[in-house]
C-alpha cells in the first residue's frame, strides 16, 4: 500500500518570502505520479504542480517548483515570493500510473499561513 | 471552460435519513471519481467509475452506493446517515488515458444532525 507523510502540519512565513513544504512518500510501484494540491479556505482542491517518476527533470509552475529525490522518495514544494493567495491547506499527494488503479492518495497537510 | 458540477453544494440530513449526491463530469470526461473528506482530515478515495463500470473502490461503507449513468453523470446514496458520515463530499472526472488530470468539483458539504 502506498502512504504519503506531510511532517509539518502548519508553517508561517512573511509575505515575499520562499518557502519548502516537505513530503515523503512510500511506494514499491516504479511508475507514478505526484502531485502538490492546494485547498484555500473555499475548501476547493487546486492542482497546483505534477511530477512523473520516469521523469527526472523537477517540475515548475511559475513561483511553484518541487524538489523530486526518487531514491529517497521525497518530494518537496517550493514556494517563491509567496504572495497573501498563497495561505491554504497544501496537500502531497500519490497516483500510481496505469488504467483502473488511477486514485489520488493524499498526505495529511499542511496548513500555511501567508503573514503580511 | 466548464467545471465539474457537484449539487447541492449544501445538505443538512438527520440521522437514519437518505442523501444523494449528484456529480456532472467535464464534458468527453468519461472517469468520475468520488472522495470525502471529513472535518480537518484530507481528502479519501470512496469509489470511481470509468464508461459506467465500476473501476475501484476504496473504503467507502456498504451504506453507501454509487453509479454513473449514460450521460457520463453520477450519483453517491447515502442511506442510514451517521453523524460520522458529516464531511465533503469531492468529484472529480478525468477522461480515459489522462487520468492524472483530475479535475475536482467544488464539493457537497453534508452535515448530518
Known amino acids: 500500500a502506498q502512504t504519503v507523510t506531510q511532517s509539518q502540519p502548519e508553517m508561517s512565513v512573511q509575505e515575499a518570502e520562499t518557502v519548502t513544504l516537505s513530503c515523503t512518500y512510500d511506494t514499491s510501484e516504479s511508475n507514478y505520479y505526484l502531485f502538490w494540491y492546494k485547498q484555500p479556505p473555499s475548501r476547493q482542491m487546486i492542482l497546483v504542480i505534477r511530477?512523473?517518476?520516469?521523469?527526472?527533470q523537477n517540475a515548475t509552475e511559475n513561483r511553484f517548483s518541487v524538489n523530486f529525490q526518487k531514491a529517497a522518495k521525497s518530494f518537496s514544494l517550493k514556494i517563491s515570493d509567496s504572495q497573501l493567495g498563497d495561505t491554504a491547506m497544501y496537500f502531497c499527494a500519490f497516483m500510481k500510473m496505469g488504467r483502473r488503479d488511477d486514485k489520488i492518495i493524499f498526505g495529511k497537510g499542511t496548513r500555511l499561513h501567508i503573514l503580511p | 471552460a466548464a467545471g465539474v458540477i457537484q449539487s447541492p453544494r449544501h445538505l443538512i440530513k438527520e440521522k437514519r435519513e437518505t442523501a444523494t449526491l449528484k456529480c456532472y463530469p467535464i464534458?468527453?470526461?468519461?472517469?468520475v471519481y468520488w472522495y470525502q473528506q471529513g472535518p480537518g482530515q484530507d481528502p479519501q478515495f470512496l469509489i470511481s467509475?470509468?464508461?459506467?463500470?465500476?473501476?475501484d473502490k476504496g473504503s467507502i461503507p456498504d451504506r453507501f452506493s454509487a453509479q454513473q449513468f449514460s450521460d457520463y453523470h453520477s450519483e453517491l446514496n447515502m442511506s442510514s446517515l451517521e453523524l460520522g458520515d458529516s464531511a465533503l463530499y469531492f468529484c472529480?472526472?478525468?477522461?480515459?488515458?489522462?487520468?492524472?488530470?483530475?479535475?475536482f468539483g467544488p464539493g457537497t458539504r453534508l452535515t448530518v444532525t
Open positions: 472529480a472526472s478525468s477522461f480515459g488515458t489522462t487520468s492524472y488530470e483530475q479535475y
Open positions: 511530477q512523473e517518476a520516469y521523469k527526472q
Open positions: 464534458p468527453r470526461h468519461d472517469t
Open positions: 467509475f470509468y464508461e459506467k463500470m465500476q473501476s
